[in-house]
C-alpha cells in the first residue's frame, strides 16, 4: 500500500491540526493504521494507531485526551486531529500500514513520506 500524508504546518501551541493520510489499493480497511512522529534530533516515536474497522484505537500517553485517530475505509484515508497543540508536538508525522495493531514501528511495513508540524510558543 502506499500513502500520502498531508496536512502539517505552522500553528500557535494550544491551537489545531488535522493531519490526513491518504492510502491507494483496494484492500485499506485490511490495514492496521497508525501515527507515528520524529521531532528534531530525536529518534522516531509511535503517536497513535487504529484498527481496520476503527473500532480499536490507542495512544502515546503524550498526546491522549488531545490527539484523535479515526478513519473513513471509503475514503482510504486516516485522520490524525490534534488539539491543544503543544511546542514539543512540533515533529515530522509519518502514516503507516500494518497488520496488527502495535506501538512498535517495526510492525509497520508501509510508510508515508511525513508532514512537518511547527508549533509555536
Known amino acids: 500500500v502506499q500513502l500520502q500524508a498531508s496536512g502539517g504546518g505552522l500553528v500557535q501551541a494550544g491551537g489545531s491540526l488535522r493531519l490526513s493520510c491518504a492510502a491507494s489499493?483496494?484492500?485499506?480497511?485490511?490495514?492496521?493504521m497508525a501515527w507515528f512522529r520524529q521531532a528534531p534530533g530525536k529518534e522516531r516515536e509511535f503517536v497513535a494507531t487504529i484498527s481496520g474497522s476503527g473500532s480499536g484505537t490507542y495512544y502515546a500517553d503524550s498526546v491522549k485526551g488531545r490527539f484523535t485517530i479515526s478513519r473513513d475505509n471509503a475514503k482510504n484515508t486516516v485522520y490524525l486531529q490534534m488539539n491543544s497543540l503543544k511546542p514539543e508536538d512540533t515533529a515530522v508525522y509519518y502514516c503507516?500500514?500494518?497488520?496488527?495493531?502495535?506501538?512498535?514501528?517495526?510492525?509497520?511495513?508501509?510508510w508515508g513520506q511525513g508532514t512537518l508540524v511547527t508549533v509555536s510558543s
Open positions: 489499493g483496494r484492500t485499506f480497511s485490511s490495514y492496521v
Open positions: 503507516a500500514a500494518g497488520r496488527m495493531v502495535q506501538r512498535s514501528q517495526d510492525s509497520y511495513a508501509s
